[in-house]
Structure formats: C-alpha cells, structure tokens
C-alpha cells in the first residue's frame, strides 16, 4: 500500500501549577506505525535527552503517554514526542516546562504495571505503588477516579520513616466489588511529622484493562467459504492495541502457519493479507492480538476455498415463448448444480434488458426435480419480458441463465357488424365485422337455432379481419330464429365472442287462392 502520511502526534501541555510527577498526555497515530519515543532535556534546544517509559499505546484521542518524576529537577525542559512509521515518515512534538525549585516530602511515587490487568490470566495481576519520602511523615496513600472520586484507600493515616515503601492494589472498591476498567489515579498525601504544617501531594496516573482485544473478521467467517481471492478483511480494536498477527495454513488438521500480515495499531474494517490464486481446498486462520496490558486474544478457525461457479439451466418455456393466464399455470422447468449452495432464485424483470427484477420464488435447497414453478401469470401487463433463473454459493460464485418471453393477457376483439341483431336474413350474405388480436389463432362463425346449444360451425379463418369480410354465409340453416356467435382466440389461449339473434327466412309466401260465388245470376 502507498503511505505518504507521516504519524499524526499531540502532546498536551500539564496542567499549571505543576507537579512534581506530571503525567504527559497526548497520543500517537498511524495507520502503519513503527515505534514512538517521548524524552525530556534540559534548556529550550536540549543536547542531550533522557527517555522516559512509555506507558500508551496508537491511537486517536488523548491517553496517558508516561508519568514524569522531576524530583531534583528545576528550571527549563523540553519534552519531545516523535514517532516513525513503517514508510519511514516521522514526526516529532515539542514542548517546553519550566519546573520550580522544591523541597518535597515524596521524592518518588510510581504505580506498576501500568496498564495493570487482575483478571486471573496470571499476567499484571496486582498493581504494586511505590514511594520514597524524604522525612519520617504521616501518609495517606488512596486510589480515586480521574474526577478525585475516592475508590479505595491502601494504606490510612500512618507514621511512616523515611526511604522506600509500597502497597498492592488488587482493583478492587472498598466494597469488595471489582472497579470498572479505566483511568485511576493513586494519590500520596504525607505530612512532616516534625512540622505538621508543611505538606504535599502527589498523584500518579494508571490504567485498569482487563479485556483483551477484539477480533471480527468478515471474509472469511470460520466454517465459512470464500473465493480464492481478494483480502481477509474485518477489524481488530482495542485502545491499547501493542500486537496482532494474521497467519494461514493450508491443512486445517495439522497447519504450517504462514503469517501474513502483522502490526500494532488498531485495524477497523481493514484487510489483513491477501487469499489471491489459493487452490480450492480447506484452509485454517489464526489471529492473534495482544494489548498493553498483556490481555490476549486468539482465534483459529477453518475455512473453505471454492473456485467453482454454480450451474444453471432454464428448458422450459423456450425462449421466445407466448404466455398468458388463460392458459393456466405455466410450468417453468430447469436445474441448478452446486455441491455447496447458498439460494437460488427465479425472478422477472420487464423487456429484453431489465434493470428491475421481481422474485418469483427462491430457495436454499437444490431442487428436488426439473419443476421449478408453476406461475399463473395473472395480473402481468402485456409485453416482453425476461424470466432469470439465478444461483449463488456460500463463497459468492454465482450464474445465471434467462429466457425472454411475451405475456399476453387481453382478449382478441369479437363484434359481428353485419347481420345486425334481430335483422332477417332472407339469403346469402357477406357476415362483416371484427376478429383481431396481435397473437391471432383463429376465428369461428357458428349458428344454431334460439334456445339451444346445437351450434353449426360454418366458418373458419386464421387471418384477422377488421371492420371486414369474415365470411360469406351461403349454407342458410332453415328457416326460424336463429343465434350467430363469432368466437375469436389467440395463442395465449385468451378469447372472445359475439352473438347476433336473426331470423332466417328463404321461403317466399304460399301463392293466394282465390274463391268467388255468383249470386243473383248477377253478380
């Protein structure tokens, strides 16, 4: 990765009036860095620099870098914080302190392990505080939050002669309950046994840190299945983040650990070495991360290499099909082949290039036969479409097949103009009207005699006809009343029809017979 970024460093200046220990707060960031120094000297432009422990970790923010003890020290310093990166980019903070001539009580107070860390692991269990007093004095040594809260008291009021001396914390309350990890202070008071009136207080900076870092890895999960490349990626965190390592092996039941990648700041949604051109196969991956307080974290798990799209394949309807409700339930057939399969899905999307899709079905099973879906396509607008069938798998291979159909759920338009309804039909005749539909199969004239469903089909046409020529009807049933119906159908077995009631009348009247009688001999 490129790294034109050198670390970013903030050293806060102490609170006045100053201290003789004087925690030095501040923080050291970098996305690849290396190792920081902070050092204190004499005079504005020191010559020569004294480094102190360093008690932080990287990060953002503001955190106890170290403590310094100026006990003999008066006059100007300079504190210099600087810190390298992985790239080789530096940079360094400085300020200066004027310290004041003193005739303390405490020459020392020190709180060790910082961070302390009593959470049974057997590492940093109890916090020891040392203190070294100048005269025979009354001490009163306590621990209190970073706010003068009063958390425990070690050692109460108490003649104490001059030289060293300690006391344990085991990060407990004087309740007995543990103390919430965080920043505490252990605070000294001493007074002079010979002169009560004179006085002082120090206090000394420390960390409680009982968890250990945090590991969660996004790809690849543990049992999981990823593709043979891109990152191992997801976030290892912890304020006080020293160490992690990322290594891989490639047999899970007895692994050769590869490392690759390592560092010491915290990695949040970040990737951790490359799984670029591995083989299909099982793998194993262990993380280990460690902080400042000896807590420790370690996960190992297998994982599983798969290179192999799923198959797919749609056999029916064929593509270009003609579909429609009328028809009933369209049978939508086809495979998916995957040993490792994470769902397949059955979608459509409108036109020959959707950019919508609406799911049909899904499933996370293979399925059981070559019928995937019986889809009643009721409601769908007329038009083309593309029905998809997709499949993915666990390490995200995926395939897709589709076919493009046309739904067609409107009716053909059936109007008989000519005859009229209840017209006479007195002979042969052209039958006019309409029989369209933009999927046409055909069209039928029938008749049959009112009041019964013994209809005659007389006509057939498979070429639309609009405002036209259906038929000429010639082959007149016998005379009555009579019911003509036009069905029209199309492919997508939708259809319609039209009656006409006529009366068919081809038999001219009986000739009159005429009668006469002559009366009177006259007439």
Known sequence: SVDNTPPDLLLVPPSAPLAQIIDLTGHVYDVHPASYRIEVGPGLDPQTWKPLPATGGYGLGEYLLTTWNTFGLTGEYTIRLSAIDKAGLSSEARLTVVLPERDPLIRDLSAAPNPASPNADGRREELQILYDLALEERITLSIESVDGAPVDTLIPEQA?????????????????????????????????????????????????????????LTRPEADGFVRGS???????????????????????????????AAGSSEQVEAQFGSLEDLEEGDYALRVEAEDAAENRTEIEFAFTVD?????????????????????????????????NLESWFLELGSGATPTDWTLLTQATELPTSSSLLAWLPTGIPDGLYTLRLRA????????ETSVVLTVDNTSPIAQIDLPAASSWVKGPLAVLGTATDANLLEYRLAVAPVGTDRFSEFALGVVAVASGTLVEWSALPPDGAHLLRLTVRDRAGNEAIDEQPVTVDTAP??????TGAIENRRD
């Open 392 to 399: 993915i798998d666990p390490a995200g291979n995926s395939a």
């Open 160 to 216: 104490t002669p001059p030289g060293l001396g300690a006391a344990t914390w085991d990060g407990r309350l004087a309740t007995g309950e543990l103390a919430p990890d965080g920043d505490y202070r252990a605070l000294l008071f001493a007074r002079s046994v010979a002169d009560p009136d004179r006085t002082q207080s120090e206090r000394v900076s420390f960390v409680l840190d009982r968890v250990s870092p945090a590991v969660a």
């Open 307 to 339: 290179n192999t799209s799923p198959q797919v394949a749609l056999t029916a309807p064929a593509s270009g099909a003609l579909i429609g409700a009328a028809l009933g339930p369209v049978s939508i057939e086809g495979s998916v082949v995957e040993e």
């Open 230 to 260: 891109g990152q191992v990626e997801g976030s290892i965190t912890d304020p006080r983040l020293v160490l992690y390592r990322v290594s891989l092996a490639d047999d899970p039941q007895a692994p050769q650990w590869e490392e690759i």
């Open 509 to 514: 009247p009986a000739a009159p017979q005429l």
